[in-house]
């Protein structure tokens, strides 16, 4: 599988951004699609996923209902849209896939569940 992520940019606080991720080579449909992003000098962390079916979670803590996570299985692309960004959103976006094994499938919060990731994009947000 490969993701191409995008969207990335510079935006000022309060602002929108819509960043995607295009897979290739898979059923897109069989793969649970998350977000994560690395702020400088920090590890990376989990912002939110969603599963085959739509179901999602999110990192309430970081996003706390400002994200929101979409897929349209039809162009084989998922997306993070970031409403009322703040400055601490600052980060690279990565998208990544994990392979859905089961009809109990959990969406993961963990780098380690997922198999494949795309390349990040830069989110700056301005103060």
């Known amino acids: 599988v490969q993701l191409q992520a995008s969207g990335g940019g510079l935006v000022q606080a309060g602002g929108s951004l819509r960043l995607s991720c295009a897979a290739s080579g898979a059923i897109f449909s069989s793969y649970a699609l998350g977000w994560f992003r690395q702020l400088p000098g920090k590890e990376r962390e989990f912002v939110g996923g969603?599963?085959?079916?739509?179901?999602?979670?999110y990192n309430e803590d970081s996003v706390k209902g400002r994200f929101t996570i979409s897929r349209d299985n039809s162009k084989n692309t998922v997306y993070l849209h970031m409403n009322s960004l703040k400055p601490e959103d600052t980060a690279i976006y990565y998208c990544?896939?994990?392979?859905?094994?089961?009809?109990?499938?959990?969406?993961?919060?963990?780098?380690?569940?997922?198999?494949?990731w795309g390349q990040g994009t830069l989110v700056t947000v301005s103060s």
């Open positions: 969603i599963n085959g079916r739509g179901g999602r979670t």
């Open positions: 990544a896939a994990a392979r859905i094994t089961s009809v109990f499938y959990s969406i993961g919060e963990l780098e380690t569940d997922y198999d494949y």
